[in-house]
């Protein structure tokens, strides 16, 4: 037997599956030829936040014109400051020319008047992730946007549908999730409503690749991809504290998988308040038969919000991103085992991996019997573009046909015997395996 080559080993193939992946991912299977985008020559971003400023620099690196739109004076000058300092930055480091970074501060004109949605072909509302705020929004956009405006919304998580019953023209709302942050990241989740019209997505898919991002079509849904698949992710993650690891062991087992950060450490970053804030929302839908981890609650509770307030699962030295350690999280984590009678054991490095990639797994699998995502590899492209899932890997699905579909529908069989109903088997894992089939795709 020959020893295997670089270009024939499993990475490789990984790294050649995801390149046909990301091509895969721009074309709408649905959608005939004879549709055609719309012209998009103005965009208007609502919100200079972080994600609003980062945005509006995604399509003035495209070299699109952006009108960057902000209630009050203070908070636009803030993202217009965040603008200027990204691209300073970049030019020092060689990234740009500081001619190249004027040129792309320009394409972004600043506005505290909404009527600056007049002209935009396409505005992306980027306001705070709260429904009654962002129906509020595109009722104002409904009355002053010129007909055939697209109205895209930047939610992580809320129902696009809704959003869009708030217009007059569901038909031309779709949303746009970009990640954080914005003109760095390259995915950009392309969320079709129940009413979106065909030109529409074709249109936003087009203009992703346009300024260098990596489009995946999806349907509405909690989460839609990349966040639904996260909501188990991190439950299994909850749950392996409370039942004897600490946030340095699951966050050192999923770094040595290959995955960019672990998730306490990937929460802190993000912001623990923004996690919270969804659960909150949630919790009136969540079954109470249903094992819940409060630690993360208790620790938002505190004021634990990661980064930004200098704690969350670790502690932050003022100025350092990097996590230490703190005895206070683990004593909370012992008190929350204690109080929901969840006897700690030792937990292996193995079972947090198979754990938390498992589950990511079972409700890809999930989502794509949903008919959610257009195909498995879709999945697989958000993982590895959005949430630094290892690209040697080739993706949490593709990882599961390299393990054995048959493997892995095992295991996950053996979890639900331990753990209850969380883990009841994705309907579409169970029917390839039973069929003889070793990948996701028919």
Known sequence: MSTPTSTDSPESAAERYLSTAVKAAARVADIPDSVTPRPINRVAVIGAGTMGSGIAMAFANGGVSVALIEQSPEALDRGIGTVRKNYESSASKGKITAEQAQERVALIEPHLDFAAVSDADLVIEAVFEDMDVKKEVFGTLDALCKPGAILASNTSRLDLDEIARSTSRPQDVIGLHFFSPAHVMKLVEVVRGDATADDVVLTSMTLAQTIGKVPVLAKVCEGFIGNRMLTPYRREADFLLEEGASPQQVDAALKAFGLAMGPFAMADLAGNDISWAARKRLAPTRPKDLRYSRVADTLCEAGRFGQ?????????????????????????????????????????????????????????????????????????????????????????MHYAQTVGLDVVLQKIREFEKVHGRVWAPAPLLVERVEGGHSTFSA
């Open 308 to 396: 930004k307030t200098g704690s969350g699962y670790y502690t932050y030295e003022q100025g350092s991103r990097t996590p230490v350690p703190d005895p206070a999280v683990d004593e909370v984590i012992r008190r929350c085992a204690v109080e929901d009678g969840i006897e700690r054991r030792t937990i292996t490095d193995e079972e947090i991996v198979d754990r938390c990639i498992l589950a990511l797994v079972n409700e890809g699998a999930a989502l794509l019997g949903e008919g959610i995502a257009q195909r498995a590899s879709d999945v697989d492209v958000v993982y590895t573009n959005g949430y630094g899932f290892p690209k040697h890997r080739g993706g949490p």
